[in-house]
């Protein structure tokens, strides 16, 4: 017979204590996983991991009727569906949300699924267009399927009396399913300026309690310029349409007129070439028609100014501005301008030099001997074997021209400019 050793209190004790905190342990806690389709999964898992309760969110694809999905896999399936060449289903880019049912329920998590993107935009989300970006929910259990099922016809009712579609998400049993690479992975934790398409319907899951704000009305297009006008679409909570309104819109100076705006449709009777996926979006419209956009912002003015001249200067300014050309000695603009005024940059509207600075060189190009404060870089150009100082805009970042010391005094300084990529403003009291 064994003898059973004899133990004393305190490592008694200390076994029970060891015994009790692993017992209360997140190792011991009751997890479970349910698969959803929201379209990108990069926004998908960024918004499912802020639900209370959910201890892991991982990138996936699942649902289609191969194996061992990759995203370069999944692309070329794609595309072989679109031209024909297979009817094999593919994956869609998909979520695996895995919770402690103590914590969160299931339909707390499904709540949040309806609410976070749109589910009645069948094979798309947003601009991203496919079946991989399907609305999906791929059930383990007939449970899950059940209750996948009742919220579904739940917020079928929501969506019916806001005067919404009807939704087409896919829900099925799970097959199939592959955990994304490494770099889908908190793809938006790792780089937070990252692409994210979600939106919603602004349609609160019934019963939560929650409430979105009614969409912001588009502009009044009678108060806009018919003939060119800039339209920002901004969105609630984002931090790049702070940083371009910091950087650019509160310091706008330029000509063509800007309006910003967190409607995401065009005035009534203008027209968007598409739907918005991004914020900020800036979009030039001409005669209410967009012409041109561009898309994100995250502190790259250059960038920007350079796409807007793009749309406002003519090709022979785009050749100054942008690939450093000079116009033909006497036969820019502006040579002979004499008034009091300033010369502004063509793009921003940035003042860079006024009339009282202007001489006549006789070099066949406009001259001052010097620019106002700050509105200038220079930069070392050793093009044609000869080094020069170059003279570009510090507001946009087009060539001007260059700079030489045979000017006049005090400076002795000669900005040598072509006449073509300057904008004059005659002062309000010059005659």
């Known amino acids: 017979m064994n003898k059973i050793s004899k133990k004393s209190p305190l490592v008694i004790a200390s076994a029970l204590f060891t015994l009790s905190f692993l017992m209360s342990s997140s190792a011991f806690a009751k997890t479970d996983s349910i698969v959803l389709g929201m379209g990108c999964f990069w926004g998908a898992e960024k918004y499912m991991a802020k639900i209370p309760g959910v201890t892991d969110v991982e990138s996936g694809y699942a649902g289609g009727d191969y194996k061992n999905a990759t995203y370069k896999g999944v692309i070329k399936h794609e595309r072989a569906l679109r031209s024909g060449r297979t009817d094999v289903k593919n ?22 699924f309806w609410e976070t993107h749109d589910p009645t935009q069948g094979n798309r989300q947003g601009n991203d267009v ?22 579904r016809d739940i917020y079928q009712k929501a969506l019916t009396k ?8 896919e829900i099925a049993p799970l097959k199939n399913y592959t955990p994304a690479e490494e770099y889908h992975q908190d793809y938006l934790v790792k780089n937070p300026n990252g692409y994210c398409a979600l939106k919603g319907t602004k349609v609160a899951y019934p019963g939560t309690g929650r409430t979105f704000a009614a969409p912001a009305k588009p502009l009044k297009a009678d108060q806009l310029n018919f003939d060119r006008q800039l339209i920002v679409f901004e969105g609630v909570d984002c931090q790049f349409c702070e940083k371009f309104k910091a950087d ?32 900020p979006t800036i979009v030039l419209f001409e005669k209410g028609v967009e012409v041109s956009r561009y898309t994100g912002y995250n502190g790259e003015q250059p960038r920007f100014w350079k796409w807007l001249g793009f749309q406002l200067l003519s090709p022979a ?3 100054i501005a942008f690939k450093n050309g000079t116009e033909r000695a006497f036969t820019g603009s502006n040579l002979d301008e004499t008034r009091p005024g300033k010369f502004v940059d063509p793009i921003t509207g940035a ?16 001259s001052f001997f010097d620019p106002i404060e700050g509105s200038i870089t220079l930069h070392k150009d050793t093009k044609f074997g000869i080094t020069r100082t170059e003279v570009r805009s510090a507001s946009s970042g087009i060539h001007l021209g260059h700079v ?13 400019i072509n006449g073509n990529v300057l904008k004059f403003v005659p002062d309000v009291t010059a005659k």
């Open 162 to 169: 806001a005067k919404l579609s009807k939704i087409t998400t």
């Open 248 to 279: 650019i819109l509160n310091k706008w100076k330029a000509e063509t007129p800007i309006k910003a705006t967190l409607s995401t449709k065009a005035p009534k009777g203008w027209k968007l070439k598409k739907t918005l996926f991004a914020t």
């Open 91 to 112: 994956h869609a880019e998909v979520v695996k949300v895995t919770f402690d049912d103590e914590k969160v329920d299931l339909k707390t998590i499904l709540a949040t």
């Open 404 to 416: 030489f010391n045979d000017g006049p005094p005090p400076t002795h300084k000669r900005y040598c």
């Open 317 to 319: 300014q785009q050749k």
């Open 130 to 151: 496919g079946t991989t970006y399907r609305s999906a929910i791929f059930y383990h259990n007939d449970e899950q399927k059940q209750l996948a099922l009742n919220t």
């Open 351 to 366: 003042t860079l030099f006024r009339t009282d600075t202007k001489f006549k060189s006789g070099t066949g190009w406009p």
